[in-house]
């Protein structure tokens, strides 16, 4: 493999919305030299790929930065890093406000106000949201992109991190990026568990399927501390076409219903994970399927809701219009999604402190990938993106001549370039195809998914884990052609990681305290004794597992 060697001040391992934002805010504030490093083209990568309809964070009138917080620790049943959440939280409306003077058209009334969704909903057009931000990363002088670049590892010599590895998925260069500091803004995990739509179109699915979890798993295989891998996060969704359900919820207020037309979203509970629960319940006891009912909105009502899904899930508006089952005129079915790992809905992800650095010196983390603070959305992402770029800032004034090379990083970049060669045209046992169906079966099966309604057992995690573990043995004799094989190579192996972590974390959690979400079906009940974080570090022994006392907003 040809080699190319990349160095900078900062390096930022993808370029979604939290990555290109911090980025943006390198570019405009220093001189630094900056490289954003993305496997897809930032135009259209990350969740934000398709666009989005609304901003599900912001403070609107009347409402205080702490009342966003509140919200959050209440649907997380308290597991949640209030101090984090603050800091997001007193940022949202000037991320929002920087976005819309860049270009993003956000919907105002005749009064020049935002047009609210909700309390902390706004209203917008963000088909272009990617696009936007792609512009402004590449407006900065100081900052270079290398797209469709694939990073596997990380470039650390004991706890500190100086870099990544990676190959170029059209050209099949070996990349060693060297960097004084290092962002990850990958994105959570999907893929581990079947999805919905196994045969007929396994992609369509509500999270990303591009993220395949890199960014947990680098950071898990060179050390770092992660938090709250087992509220996992399930969507509830339109049945088929998985698009979002809270574009009618809240946009037109419809409510849960059973066949019977029945509501029955009050009996459950009203936080994201009752909602999906409730829903599994009611199939469970015969009275599915589960609607949202929208029998009986007005044309108005309706032309929204069509407007609103082409701006992100067009897939649901070709729906209504090709089986002529207008939503006016028939409620729409939900379904919940197979789960998947992700700090922008859930806890889930690296273990920070308030600057957004990672227990590896020299290392920071942000948006769905950086645990602690749930329901962070967009403008969340954007906002931790400012905070990560501020805290690298106030690092490099203290850490800014940190060693680029030495004898033993030279030797991990000649056994990694060995590694990837040896690969590229090995003629293995397996496709990494065929370990992934067998992954995706024991996750569904054996670790909570859609099989088994969500619901583990201490007997099932056992299994699961073992055939985990086989697998992570086997993902070494798969057989790879070409740079798109072993592309699938890393992918696989970055979901069986976080799945064998992922297994550990609902192990660990003795306990039911998301319904649905982490439902263990050995202790159906909340304990007060796990009103902690659950945290895990991965060792040569296996994975060691620690607890963390809540933190609450205001302390240190």
């Known amino acids: 493999m040809e080699r190319i060697i990349i160095e900078s001040d900062v390096l930022i391992i993808g370029g979604g919305t939290a990555g290109c934002y911090a980025a943006i805010t390198l570019g405009e504030r220093t001189d630094l030299k900056v490289a954003v490093v993305e496997k897809a083209d930032i135009r259209r990568s990350g969740c934000l790929a398709a666009g989005v309809n609304a901003l599900n964070a912001y403070i609107t009138k009347g409402h205080q930065p702490i009342d966003y917080v509140r919200y959050a620790a209440k649907d997380a049943e308290g597991i949640v890093r209030e101090d984090l959440l603050l800091d997001i939280c007193e940022r949202l409306n000037h991320v929002t406000e920087d976005l819309e003077s860049r270009g993003l058209t956000i919907l105002k009334d005749e009064n020049?106000?935002?047009?609210?969704?909700?309390?902390?909903n706004l209203k917008i057009n963000g088909?272009?949201?990617?696009?936007?931000?792609?512009?402004?990363v590449r407006r900065q002088k100081n900052v270079s992109v290398y797209e469709h670049v694939n990073v596997t590892d990380l470039r650390y010599e004991s706890d500190q991190v100086s870099g990544a590895y990676g190959f170029g998925i059209g050209d099949?260069?070996?990349?060693?990026f060297r960097a004084k500091a290092v962002l990850i803004a990958t994105g959570g995990a999907a893929g581990m568990y079947r999805p919905n739509n196994p045969e007929k179109d396994p992609h369509q699915m509500w999270y990303c399927p591009f993220n395949t979890g890199a960014g947990y798993s680098m950071g898990i295989l060179a050390g770092a501390e992660m938090t709250t891998f087992e509220m996992r996060f399930i969507a509830l969704r339109c049945k088929d076409t998985i698009a979002p359900t809270g574009t009618i919820a809240q946009g037109?207020?419809?409510?849960q219903i059973n066949a019977a037309d029945e509501v029955y979203e009050e009996k459950y509970g009203l936080t994201t994970s009752e909602r999906l629960w409730g829903t599994v319940s009611e199939n469970l006891a015969g009275r599915g399927p589960c609607y949202l009912k929208t029998r009986g909105i007005d044309s108005a009502q309706e032309e929204d809701l069509y407007k609103a899904y082409l701006n992100m899930a067009p897939l649901q508006t070709l729906?209504?219009?090709d089986s002529e089952k207008n939503p006016s005129r028939y409620d729409v079915e939900i379904e919940g999604t197979e789960p998947y790992v992700t700090g922008g809905h859930t806890g889930s992800g690296y273990w920070i402190d308030r600057e957004r650095a990672t227990t590896l010196k020299g290392l920071f983390a942000v948006g769905d990938v950086a645990g602690g603070a749930p329901q962070k959305y967009v403008t969340g992402a954007l906002a931790e993106g400012e905070i990560a770029a501020e805290g690298i800032l106030r690092y490099l004034k203290d850490h800014g001549s940190v060693e680029k090379n030495s004898t033993a990083l030279s030797r991990q970049a000649e056994e990694k370039i060995e590694e990837y060669e040896t690969y590229l045209g090995q003629n293995g046992i397996f496709s990494a195809e065929q370990l992934e169906i067998?992954?995706?079966?024991l996750m569904d099966e054996y670790a909570g998914g859609i099989k088994t309604s969500y619901q583990y057992s201490e007997a099932g995690l056992k299994v699961a884990e073992e055939g985990i573990d086989d697998l992570l043995k086997e993902w070494k004799q798969i057989s790879v052609t070409d740079i798109d094989e072993l592309l699938a190579v890393y992918e696989l192996r970055d979901r069986l990681v976080v799945s064998?972590?992922?297994?550990h974390h609902l192990r660990e959690r003795k306990e039911t305290r998301w319904h649905s979400f982490q439902e263990n079906a050995d202790h159906r009940e909340k304990d007060t004794q796990y009103e902690c974080y659950i945290n895990s570090v991965y060792t040569r022994e296996g994975v060691r597992m620690l607890r963390r006392k809540l933190v609450k907003a205001g302390e240190e």
């Open 438 to 441: 067998r992954m995706q079966k």
């Open 319 to 321: 729906k209504w219009i």
């Open 127 to 136: 088909e272009n949201i990617k696009p936007i931000l792609a512009k402004e």
């Open 252 to 255: 037109i207020g419809a409510k």
């Open 500 to 503: 064998k972590v992922l297994i």
């Open 172 to 176: 099949g260069i070996f990349y060693e």
């Open 112 to 120: 020049g106000e935002y047009v609210s969704r909700g309390w902390r």
